[in-house]
T-cell receptor, first 116, second 107 residues
Framework: GAVVSQHPSWVICKSGTSVKIECRSL??????MFWYRQFPKQSLMLMAT?????????EQGVEKDKFLINHASLTLSTLTVTSAHPEDSSFYIC????????????FGPGTRLTVL | QKEVEQNSGPLSVPEGAIASLNCTYS??????FFWYRQYSGKSPELIMF????GDKEDGRFTAQLNKASQYVSLLIRDSQPSDSATYLC???????FGTGTSLTVIP
C-alpha cells in the first residue's frame, strides 16, 4: 500500500503556543488530504478536507482560524494548531488519497499532541 | 445522517474461528467500500477494499458485498489474537467513520 508519513509523532507544548504537524505522501500524489482528530476511546472525527492548491473545507464545529491547514503541494499538507490549549490535546491523524475516483485513503501514523 | 452503521461490539471469537463483521451503508449508489483496522493507540490501516463489481479475497480476509441489502461484510478466517482490533468501514467518497466494531480473538 501507499505510504503516508507524519511528523512529529508526538509533541508536548505549553498552553498558548502553536504547533505545526506535517503530513507527506511518500510514493503517490495526494490530490486530497484529510485531517482527523481522535480522543481516547472515541471514533475518528474528520476535521477538514483539503485539495492541493485550494483552501481546506472544514467540518462543522472546527475553527478554521485555530486549525490552519495548508496543502501546498501534491505530497505535503500541514496542520497548525494555533494558541493551543489543554483541550486540544488529542491524537491527530492525516490521510491522503490519489486522484482516481473511488481510490482508497491511506493514513499516516498520527501525532499525539499534549498541551500543558 | 450516518453513512455507515456498524455493530460496535465487542465481538469475541475463539482463536481459529471465523470472525464476521458487517457494515450497513445508506447510499445505494456507493461504488467502493473500504475496510480499515485500527489497533489501540495507532492510526487506521487499510486492509481491504472492493468495488461494486465483486467480492474480494486476500489471504485470510474476504470482503463481500450485498447490494440488495446494502451491507458489506468482512470475514476473517482462522482468526488470530493479533486480529484483535477495531475494524472501521466507509463507502464511496464519504470520509466519515463511526465507532467501528471492536474484535477480540481469544487464545
Amino acid at each position: 500500500g501507499a505510504v503516508v508519513s507524519q511528523h512529529p509523532s508526538w509533541v508536548i507544548c505549553k498552553s498558548g503556543t502553536s504547533v505545526k504537524i506535517e503530513c507527506r505522501s511518500l510514493d503517490f500524489q495526494a490530490t486530497t488530504m484529510f485531517w482527523y482528530r481522535q480522543f481516547p476511546k472515541q471514533s475518528l472525527m474528520l476535521m477538514a478536507t483539503s485539495n492541493e492548491g485550494s483552501k481546506a473545507t472544514y467540518e462543522q464545529g472546527v475553527e478554521k482560524d485555530k486549525f490552519l491547514i495548508n496543502h501546498a503541494s501534491l505530497t505535503l499538507s500541514t496542520l497548525t494548531v494555533t494558541s493551543a490549549h489543554p483541550e486540544d490535546s488529542s491524537f491527530y491523524i492525516c490521510s491522503a488519497r490519489g486522484p482516481s475516483p473511488g481510490s482508497p485513503q491511506f493514513f499516516g501514523p498520527g501525532t499525539r499532541l499534549t498541551v500543558l | 445522517q450516518k453513512e455507515v452503521e456498524q455493530n460496535s461490539g465487542p465481538l469475541s471469537v475463539p482463536e481459529g474461528a471465523i470472525a464476521s463483521l458487517n457494515c450497513t451503508y445508506s447510499d445505494r449508489g456507493s461504488q467502493s467500500f473500504f475496510w480499515y483496522r485500527q489497533y489501540s493507540g495507532k492510526s487506521p490501516e487499510l486492509i481491504m477494499f472492493i468495488y461494486s463489481n465483486g467480492d474480494k479475497e486476500d489471504g485470510r480476509f474476504t470482503a463481500q458485498l450485498n447490494k440488495a441489502s446494502q451491507y458489506v461484510s468482512l470475514l476473517i478466517r482462522d482468526s488470530q489474537p493479533s486480529d484483535s482490533a477495531t475494524y472501521l468501514c466507509r463507502t464511496g467518497n464519504q470520509f466519515y467513520f463511526g465507532t467501528g466494531t471492536s474484535l477480540t480473538v481469544i487464545p
